[in-house]
Each structure stands twice: as structure tokens, then as C-alpha cells.
């Protein structure tokens, strides 16, 4: 069985740094969900994914990454509509270099809802990768792109040193996210 650290400080925290304490071995492929009860949206979801962010990959290795998870939340089975939005057609909606910027880097409620009202994304993925000896964490922050407020929070561990098994597990957080929408 493998374990994942969910009391991470504060549920809302919207990056993975603040997370340590990792502990238990076992097999890969458990998914931690964790979910602030709050009211439904409409039947369309407007979802953004921000670039991924961690210190476990180089920045080419995010791009090819977060266009292969774009595709799979898209077509995963959800109960609504989920429009989804990569990072490289967000960048291209927003008209300031400024924004462009911000949005790369913005992980704040203030700074997400701002981000989420610029792209009129009702929901917004935070997504970062990061590397605790020869097991990848995938976490996925789902905030809600009016308050930037963290609705929902998936944790996907890998128990491999390949880069390439994250796109099975990827497909999974995907999978998983898309049923909890």
C-alpha cells in the first residue's frame, strides 16, 4: 500500500514544496483524493491547466507533458462538459507580456481568481511534478477560477525512476480528476 502525505499543513496549499514527510513503499498508481465540499458549477466547465511546475523534470519535459494531460482530462469521462485549455492556448488569450508571466508563475488565491477571470476559466489545474528518491508525486490542485480558492487536490505517486511511466500516470490523475469535476 502506498501512502501520501495529505495533511500537508493547510488542504489549500496550492504547492507541493510545503509537502514532506513522505513515507510507506508499495506499489505505484494510488491516487489520494482530497475535496473541499462547495457547491456545484454549470454544466460546462471552463478548465485551464497552468504549466506544470517541479523541480523533478527540465521545462521541454513539462511542455510534451502538459499537452498529453490536456488531451487525456478532455477525453476522460466526466459528468460535464470539460472544455480544456493548455497552457500554450492560455498564453495565447492573454494580450499583456505581463499576464503571460504572472501566469506562469502565479500559485495565490488572489493571483489564480485574477488568472481565472483573464481567461473566464471556471476551473483552474495546478500541476506540479516532483521527485522523493525513485518516486514521482503528481499532485493536481483544481481551484476555482472566480475566487482561485482550491476546490479539489489529487495526488498520483509513481514508484519508478522513468520519466516515460508518468504518462501512464498522468492518464490515471486524468481519469480520476475528470470523475470528481
Known amino acids: 500500500m502506498t501512502k501520501v502525505s495529505v495533511a500537508c499543513g493547510i488542504i489549500l496549499s496550492l504547492a507541493l514544496s510545503g509537502c514532506r514527510g513522505h513515507g510507506g513503499s508499495g506499489s505505484s498508481g494510488e491516487v489520494t483524493v482530497?475535496?473541499?465540499?462547495?457547491?456545484?458549477?454549470?454544466?460546462?466547465?471552463?478548465?485551464?491547466?497552468?504549466?506544470?511546475?517541479?523541480?523533478?523534470?527540465?521545462?521541454?519535459?513539462?511542455?510534451?507533458?502538459?499537452?498529453?494531460?490536456?488531451?487525456?482530462?478532455?477525453?476522460?469521462?466526466?459528468?460535464?462538459?470539460?472544455?480544456?485549455?493548455?497552457?500554450?492556448?492560455?498564453?495565447?488569450?492573454?494580450?499583456?507580456?505581463?499576464d503571460k508571466i504572472k501566469f506562469g508563475s502565479c500559485e495565490e488565491e488572489a493571483c489564480l481568481a485574477e488568472m481565472g477571470k483573464a481567461t473566464k476559466a471556471s476551473l483552474i489545474l495546478v500541476v506540479t511534478i516532483a521527485q522523493v528518491g525513485e518516486t514521482y508525486?503528481?499532485?493536481?490542485?483544481?481551484?476555482?477560477?472566480?475566487?482561485?480558492?482550491?476546490?479539489l487536490r489529487l495526488n498520483q505517486e509513481v514508484n519508478t525512476s522513468k520519466k516515460e511511466d508518468l504518462l501512464p500516470a498522468l492518464k490515471t490523475l486524468a481519469d480520476k480528476l475528470a470523475a470528481e469535476l
Open 34 to 98: 482530497v475535496k473541499v465540499p462547495e457547491g456545484s458549477g454549470g454544466e460546462v466547465l471552463d478548465v485551464v491547466v497552468k504549466p506544470f511546475t517541479g523541480k523533478a523534470l527540465e521545462p521541454s519535459e513539462f511542455s510534451a507533458l502538459e499537452e498529453t494531460f490536456c488531451t487525456d482530462v478532455q477525453n476522460a469521462k466526466s459528468g460535464k462538459q470539460l472544455n480544456v485549455k493548455c497552457p500554450s492556448v492560455v498564453l495565447s488569450m492573454l494580450s499583456l507580456q505581463e
Open 137 to 151: 508525486v503528481v499532485t493536481a490542485n483544481v481551484a476555482d477560477g472566480e475566487t482561485g480558492k482550491s476546490k
